[in-house]
C-alpha cells in the first residue's frame, strides 16, 4: 500500500541544465524493451497473490535472482525479520549492482516493491502494485548491463511495503509502523554503518503499469530530481507524465528520513488499486516503455548533477 495526503508545502526549482550539453555516460543508447519487462510481469502474475512472507514470494524472488543472473548481475540477499501486528515475518531485500566508471562517489540506487497486498476476501496477483515494478527493474537489468555507468547503480526489490493491516494506519505503532519494512530497514542499516551518504539518489518506481498511466509530480520528493524526471518527459514528449504536484507516502519517504535525496514514480490514480481488478486487463506494456524511456534517459542528466 501507499497513501496520498491532502496537504503538503511544494517549492519552486528550475534545473539549470541542458539537454544537448550534456555528454552522455555511455558508448550506445540503452534500449528498454517493454515487451520483456511485460513478460516478466505476466510470470509474477501467474505466481499469484505473493504477500509478505509466503510461499509464492519465495516463489517470486527465485525468479527475480534468476532473471539477474541471466543480465550478468549478482543478487544479494538482505533478509531480516520484521515485527509485525500479525507476528514476525521474514522479508528479504534483493540487490544487484551495475558498475561505474567513478569510484568513491558512491552510487544511484533504483528501487521498488515486489511483494502484494494481503488479502483474505480476493485473490489479489498485484499487476500494476507490484508486478509492475519489479518487472521494470530486471528490464533495467538488460537495458543498462552494456551501459557505461558514471556511477554504480543498484537495482534494489524491496519487500514489505503493503501494510499487514488494512490500512497503513490501522494497526501500527509509533516507531514500528505497519508499511514499508523494506526500505526503513535498508535506509536504517545505511544510518547505523554511516553509509547514507553513499547513496547519492534514489529512484523509486511503483505502480507503472495501469493502462491508463498517469504519473503526476511526488511532492515529498526531492526537487531537483523531480526537475530531472519531468524535464526529461517533456523533451520526450511523454505526455504520461503530468507536471502538476501530488503528495504520496511511499518507500521513498524512509530514505527521505535518513538524508537520501529521492524521487518516487508511481501512478494512484489507477481505479484497480488494491482491487481484485488489478490484473493483466488494466495494465499496459506502454506504459512500462513511457516509464523505461523516461528513466534511461535521465540518467545522464542524474549522473551529471552527482559527478
Not at 519517504?253 to 481505479?271: C, H, N
Request: aromatic share 8%.
Amino acid at each position: 500500500m501507499k497513501r496520498s495526503v491532502s496537504s503538503f508545502v511544494f517549492g519552486s526549482f528550475v534545473l539549470c541544465v541542458s539537454f544537448v550539453s550534456f555528454p552522455s555516460a555511455q558508448s550506445a543508447s540503452p534500449r528498454f524493451d517493454a515487451d520483456r519487462a511485460f513478460a516478466d510481469l505476466k510470470a509474477m502474475v501467474d505466481i499469484g497473490p505473493r504477500p509478505s512472507g509466503s510461499p509464492a514470494i519465495d516463489k517470486t524472488r527465485d525468479y527475480i535472482r534468476k532473471e539477474l543472473v541471466a543480465a550478468g548481475l549478482t543478487p544479494v540477499d538482505q533478509a531480516f525479520d520484521a515485527s509485525t501486528p500479525s507476528g514476525v515475518v521474514h522479508m528479504v531485500n534483493i540487490r544487484a549492482t551495475l558498475p561505474g566508471q567513478v569510484a568513491g562517489k558512491g552510487r544511484i540506487v533504483i528501487g521498488g516493491h515486489y511483494d502484494t497486498k494481503p488479502f483474505k476476501n480476493i485473490r489479489f496477483v498485484g499487476a500494476s502494485d507490484a508486478a509492475s515494478s519489479a518487472a521494470f527493474l530486471l528490464e533495467l537489468a538488460r537495458a543498462l548491463k552494456g551501459r557505461q555507468n558514471a556511477l554504480p547503480i543498484e537495482l534494489l526489490f524491496l519487500d514489505g511495503e503493503e501494510a499487514v493491516c488494512k490500512n497503513w494506519d490501522d494497526c501500527g505503532k509509533p516507531g514500528n509502523a505497519d508499511h514499508t519494512y523494506g526500505s526503513r530497514y535498508y535506509a536504517q542499516q545505511a544510518k547505523k554503518a554511516g553509509t547514507t551518504k553513499d547513496v547519492r539518489a534514489f529512484i523509486l518506481v511503483d505502480m507503472i503499469a495501469d493502462a491508463n498511466l498517469d504519473i503526476r509530480r511526488e511532492s515529498n520528493s526531492t526537487p531537483w530530481l523531480n526537475d530531472v524526471i519531468f524535464s526529461t518527459a517533456k523533451k520526450l514528449n511523454r505526455r504520461e507524465f503530468v507536471d502538476d504536484p501530488w503528495p504520496i507516502e511511499d518507500d521513498h519517504l524512509e530514505f527521505l528520513e535518513v538524508g537520501i535525496e529521492s524521487v518516487d514514480l508511481i501512478d494512484l490514480d489507477y481505479p484497480a488499486w488494491h482491487t481484485a481488478d488489478d490484473d493483466l486487463q488494466h495494465v499496459s506494456a506502454k506504459s512500462l516503455q513511457a516509464v523505461g524511456d523516461v528513466v534511461v534517459a535521465a540518467l545522464p542528466l542524474i549522473e551529471t548533477r552527482l559527478r
